[in-house]
């Protein structure tokens, strides 16, 4: 599968002292490379976990009438899936790439807050622990990923919820924690003479990601911290008969929840940033325009959370606003699609593997965010909204745009981080395959 590069003069990143050996000086260490790799080991792992529990879903909805599952392990399989891919797969391969990445990108020696980095990593298996609780008992979260109020916190949902929102307190903890890190690192730390508009796109994508998780999940963070009082203690922030509102949790968990989308989706942005112009050998079209269009995404993608709420008693002039404000959100989407066109136009285009998943990208992402475009549409939106084409499209986008795009980040990459190279034959053959069942699988949401 690889084969080591043996440069006659290897650089120090790929030399480690004699001292940093064995498991406990990974279980101690505050350098940024090796945190950058354990986030991505357990971003591999919860991937693996997370596709397994989409193969036991779809086992179950493979023929009419099959007991696989009860009712009950079925929602709690969907909570644990939707839960683990983006909480524990996908936000922990962004942080390792982050990590190992920025900091060579904008010449610091490490980020900031070293202590506080390993701090970040840490609380995420320790909320794993806690997500999991009561899933092989059959009492496992079965709220759905979302955790809907009033089932959310009724004597009827399973045991298992209590400990999953305990797990997502730690993990908004953790995103904390790690954005005040990369925040302090990205305005204090950057190489004398770098200027805003002279970093790299892919710490562009990261800064703007980062600042849209500092915003938004400090509302999602209250919503779990009521939901957590309203199940232990008796509290009624979300309890109709005592006076609280189910639909105060859809308001808090959709202004994160809709932000979260691109915060996992604008690094992406970054990383086929950084391919496409390696590999069409030359710099990207519009450097400019696409930081500015990743930053009109951050904008406007808070603005626009509404439209989950078109179904919920939203009044007519404000669900208009909220359609006109979400389709103008393929606006900077459209600008960075055709600078990515205008680089590849404008070079000598080399298809390497990294390459291949970027293209990849290319069509995946822009299907799935053509597919978007019926949402904003209230009248389509009213019919379409909790239906199989709402999967469709929610895995078209993070599938072909997530995936693939830190797919391509890891053959782009790897062989900075371990010196070795990966073999091309095979990571064609991975590519096609991926894309290939992608293709087949996703458009059968739709006639479910």
């Known amino acids: 599968m690889t084969k080591i590069i043996e440069p006659s003069n290897q650089s120090s990143i790929f030399r480690r002292p004699s001292s940093e050996t064995g498991i406990w000086s990974w279980i101690t260490t505050v350098d940024h490379k090796r945190i950058g790799i354990m986030y991505g080991y357990a971003a591999f792992f919860f991937l693996l976990i997370g596709g397994l529990e989409a193969l036991v879903l779809r086992i179950q909805l493979s023929q009419p009438d099959n007991n696989f599952l009860t009712a009950a392990e079925y929602n709690a399989m969907f909570t644990m899936h939707g839960t683990t891919m983006i909480f524990l797969a996908a936000m922990p391969m962004i942080a390792g790439f982050a990590n190992w990445i920025v900091p060579l990108q904008i010449g610091a ?12 990593f840490w609380l995420n298996p320790a909320a794993a622990l806690l997500i999991f609780t ?10 759905g990923w979302t955790g809907y109020a009033p089932y959310v916190v009724s004597n009827t949902a399973h045991s298992g919820a209590t400990m999953w929102v305990a797990g997502q307190i730690l993990l908004v903890a953790s995103s904390t924690v790690a954005g005040v890190n990369f925040m302090t690192t990205f305005c204090t730390m950057r190489a004398p ?15 703007i990601a980062t600042l849209m998780l500092f915003i938004s999940i400090p509302a999602f963070g209250i919503g779990l911290i009521q939901v957590l009082l309203d199940r232990t203690i008796g509290t009624v922030f979300y309890e109709v008969a005592g006076g609280g509102d189910p639909l105060l949790w859809s308001h808090l968990f959709w202004y994160f929840g809709h932000p979260e989308v691109y915060v996992v989706i604008v690094p992406a942005f970054g990383v086929i940033s950084e391919v496409l112009a390696t ?28 439209h989950h709420m078109f179904t919920s008693g939203m009044s007519p002039s404000l669900r208009f606003v909220t359609m006109l404000t979400t389709m103008l959100v393929a606006v900077p989407t459209g600008i960075k699609i055709f600078n990515w066109l205008k680089t590849m136009h404008g070079g000598s285009l080399v298809y390497r593997t990294h390459t291949l998943w970027a293209l990849g990208f290319l069509v995946t992402f822009t299907l799935g965010g053509i597919s978007g475009m019926f949402f904003p549409s209230i009248a ?35 062989p900075k981080m371990t010196g ?21 699988t996703l458009p059968t949401n739709r006639e479910v």
């Open 109 to 120: 020696p490490d980020l900031a807050l070293p202590r506080l980095n390993a701090l970040a």
């Open 279 to 306: 590999s069409a050998r030359r710099s990207i079209f519009g450097y400019r325009s696409m930081v500015y269009a990743m930053a009109g995404i951050g904008i406007v993608a808070f603005i626009v959370y509404g």
């Open 134 to 143: 009561g899933i092989f008992s059959g009492q496992g979260a079965d709220t």
């Open 380 to 414: 389509m939106d009213t019919h379409l909204h909790e239906t199989y084409f709402v999967v469709a499209h929610f895995h078209y986008v993070l599938v072909g745009g997530t995936v693939f795009g830190f797919f391509s980040a890891i053959y782009y990459w790897y």
């Open 193 to 207: 003479g770098m200027g805003w508009m002279q970093m790299p796109l892919f710490s562009w994508s990261m800064l």
């Open 420 to 440: 070795r190279m990966l073999d091309e034959r095979l990571g064609t053959l991975h590519f096609l395959t991926a894309v290939s069942y992608t293709h087949l």
